[in-house]
């Protein structure tokens, strides 16, 4: 169990601004409370109650990076998988177990490294005694394996997914997605990376092999008992975890790491930073930058990924390098050894894809009604019906979504995904994308009182893909839609 002084440690971490509002952008702690003490709740789950909360002294434990997944048999153009989804006990804090829900029977699920081209197919088991299912965020597949809400696996079924990798080098995720659960479930642990790598960018000759590190930020409460809190105010989430683990502490050699960001958490953005050192950002959500930006500070709201590229040999063996969010520490790199490096970081990395002028316009609008309780999510004024298409799209075409959050200047925060493409930010009321909306995007934060324009074409596939705010509380109240893509 946790020591006594651990204990001690927490409380201080705890008011030091762990559980504060610095990691919250756009004050989502006075939303809520101005919300009357809104918690989105799902299912009649009570909000949490947590007298003595479990949390653990900074960079105690050793982060681990998440195992390759082994293909069961691997053919000219395929790669075959096997994942069971199931419950597990896990060490997350040092000396306590606790019980989660998992791809693979590890918290952070097996990395899958697939490659631009070869084709994966996935059987998933799902041995919870709930439904589950699995989507790649991200990704460009079939709409019959994109893990839509309805299309769960009951327990003791199986189901294949099939993914045809035809898209370019990025760090894509999977994740729960089913109907009005996945918040609780991707919080509970049903969450994972999906790598493409792509020949093409080999020649770029990035930092590659084992400097090349996935890493899953995300928050979590834990009871005195270790068990996780889920139902409460996400802004209670006092524990900050790197690939599982809290604020652990990692050992790099003096050289160039790439270094995949994840914002896994279910509702929150960080800032993170490097206490003012430059991080060069070489990839967004849906693969490389046309060109290295360097970065002090990067925003990422919930789901957004960004691929920096961290030098380790500007500093001397026995530096200790913090990536914080704000001034709170998520992880520490340990500069242990020297180590020769022949990787670069190339002026040019992948030009952005031209996309044709657009021929129709959207307006999106997400907000909530806080009339009754639970408060219901909310699209365009209405919430999330399966049964129902709100946008009907020619396959082909290249659309301008306007996307704004509705719940006004002093509301909600909220964020935007859409399934199926990668989009390029356009503006954001009316003034340049920032820079953490470069690149092709398949997520963006939207602000209170703020709308984005992004620009997307609807190619190969046709069928029904959902899009909605990827505060996963949000989605799983109903702040979600569909698209019908036909010919
Ligand atoms: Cu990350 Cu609809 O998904
Ligand atoms: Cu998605
Ligand atoms: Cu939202």
Redesign the pocket.
Known sequence: MLSRRNMLAVGALTLGGAVGTKGLLFNDRAAYSSARGFYPHVHGVQPARVGAALTVAPFSMQMPVPPVLKPMVSTNDVDVYRLDIRPADIEILPGVRTPVYTYGGQFVGPTIRARTGRRVMIRYKNALDRPANV?L??GHVEADHD?HPMDVIQTGQSRWYNYPNRQQGATL?Y?D?SHHT?AENVYRGLHGFYLIDDDSEKSLRLPGGAYDIPIIIRDALFDADGKMVFGGNPAERNVILANGKPQPYFPVAARKYRLRLLNGATERTFNLNLGGAEMTQIASDGGLLPAPVPRTEIRLSS?ERVEVVVDFSRYPVGTQVVLSDGTTPVLRFDVVRRAVDFSRVPDQLRALPVLPAATVTRNIRLSFDISGFPPVGLVDGKTYDPARADQQIKLGATEIWNITNGDGQFGFHHNF?M?LVQFQVLDRDGQPPSLDDAGRKD?VPVPPGTSVRVKATFADYIGRY???C?FLEH?SLGM?AQMEIAP
């Open positions: 989507h965020h991200g893990g995720w994740h997605h996945e789901a995904h399934h997520t959902v899009y909605h990827h989605s979600m």
